[in-house]
């Protein structure tokens, strides 16, 4: 139970802690930017900062220790709540994109990485692919009050959300359609039918075969 990291003045307040999968890494959200702390060496190792108009709001590393190993940070904007996607090897941003008007008052991550769950203080429910920030599931109204915790199931089929409305509410996670592909053979496949409808309107087919459509 003693003191590993003992940091007084981090931050002026502090917001969300999450530790990196292996134990290695651990960070820190509250004002002014995110801090990156090697829990074994007990120092900051980086320091994650905004842009402009950003809050950070909450942290969590992706759960699949790898070289592909990311942290997600939620942020207010101006044009609502917003995640970054964050390389753990050169603690550089990948990406940003805002995914919801209402500010951000809950987040969490699946077992196995591949989603993430939003809560907001309308009560809505949001969950969002990791791989390109695309909200896959939304629930509007989920809660009457703003939600206040998240939990995603062992095989991150379903979350778990509360809220201070003193509800707790299960949602089956839906999964993404993967209809493009389909969508093209449908197009395709119509336009071959208009250019053999027109061939045979006009007398290009051959003799045989315009019989044999008509």
């Known amino acids: 139970m003693g003191n590993i990291l003992d940091q007084a003045n981090a931050h002026a307040s502090v917001k969300d802690l999450d530790f990196s999968p292996d134990g290695k890494f651990l960070a820190s959200v509250g004002s002014g930017p995110c801090r990156i702390w090697d829990v ?9 900062t905004k842009e402009n108009d950003e809050i950070f709001g909450y942290c969590r590393f992706a759960p699949i220790n790898d070289e592909n190993q990311v942290l997600y940070i939620t942020t207010m ?3 609502g709540g917003s995640i970054s996607k964050w390389s753990t090897t050169t603690w550089r941003r990948i990406k940003s994109k805002c995914i919801v008007r209402d500010p951000i008052c809950a987040f969490n991550i699946s077992p196995n990485g591949k989603l ?5 203080i309308e009560g809505d429910v949001l969950v969002v692919s990791s791989n390109n920030l695309q909200v896959q599931n939304v629930v509007k109204k989920a809660h009457l009050g703003l939600v206040t ?3 995603f199931s062992e095989d991150s089929r379903a979350l778990l959300s509360a809220s201070l409305d003193s509800r707790v509410r ?3 996670i ?12 449908v197009i395709l496949v119509l336009l071959i039918a208009i250019a053999v409808y027109y061939a045979a309107s006009n007398g290009i087919l051959p003799l045989e075969l315009n019989s044999i459509l008509k």
Not at 40 to 48: F, I, N
């Open 40 to 48: 074994s060496k007990s120092t900051s190792v980086a320091s994650l």
């Open 77 to 79: 904007r101006d044009q």
């Open 116 to 120: 993430l769950a939003i809560g907001t």
């Open 149 to 151: 915790t998240l939990k």
């Open 170 to 172: 299960v949602t089956i």
């Open 174 to 185: 839906k999964e993404e359609k993967k209809s493009g592909l389909s969508l093209w053979i």
